[in-house]
């Protein structure tokens, strides 16, 4: 599955950059994607819009802007410009009735993998592609199995790493991203306006 991952950003480097990827997976059948969006959005319904060129135009927004993706009983979310993470409260309310897992990283850093469950931050891994400074926090056995990808990887492998944070979340959850749905026209995108968020 790493290897699958790989493909993709060297498909697309673009999203090495930056980039947010979360996945949501709630537990109570009644949450709609819609009751997830206002959640990351700060309760507020966003901005919907259909871009020629996602991911050309996204980059002249001063806001992050998503992809959608449906899964079996699963919803992932890719804003794909900025890697722009929710803040801390955003993440514990879009996990208040749902399991909650993301990764993250931007040109400044910031490489991080989250797990998040009934309203509240369970497992955060900072620096995860530094072996020498991975910061852990949390239940450390929630992210074991990506530790032990970590482990198996080459120091300098950053691309590796990378595509192990999305092998590890796709195994987790059973959503993955496939390179194709990124090369989208007139494709319908979320914007989010929370300041918050």
């Known amino acids: 599955m790493i290897d699958h991952y790989r493909g993709l950003f060297e498909w697309q480097e673009w ?6 990827w979360i996945i949501v ?26 871009m020629e060129y996602p ?3 996204a980059l002249d927004e001063l806001q992050p802007v998503f992809f ?9 979310f890719l804003e794909f410009t900025y890697g722009m993470a929710p803040s801390g409260h955003t993440l514990v309310e879009l996990s208040k009735e749902s399991r909650v897992w993301m990764t993250t990283w ?13 309203g509240r931050i369970r497992a955060r891994m900072g620096d995860f592609v530094f072996t020498e400074h991975i910061v852990e926090e949390g239940d450390r056995s929630i992210l074991a199995d990506l530790r032990i990808m970590l482990d198996g990887l080459d ?14 979340m796709e195994a987790a ?25």
């Not at 959608?68 to 992932?76: L, M």
């Not at 120091?155 to 590890?168: E, L, M, T, V």
């Open 25 to 50: 997976q709630p537990l109570n059948e009644e949450i709609t994607v819609d009751d997830l969006l206002r959640r990351l959005n700060g309760g507020r319904d966003p901005e919907h819009r259909v």
């Open 106 to 118: 931007h040109f400044k850093g910031g490489y991080t993998v989250l797990y998040a469950a009934d």
């Open 15 to 20: 999203l090495e950059n930056g980039l947010c």
């Open 68 to 76: 959608v993706f449906e899964g079996a009983g699963t919803w992932g």
């Open 173 to 197: 959850t059973g959503m993955g991203l496939e390179s194709e749905w990124l090369d989208v026209e007139n494709a319908p995108v979320v914007i989010l306006d929370n300041p918050d968020a």
């Open 155 to 168: 120091p300098q492998d950053y691309r590796g790493k990378q595509s192990a944070a999305f092998a590890f």
């Open 55 to 57: 991911t050309e135009e």
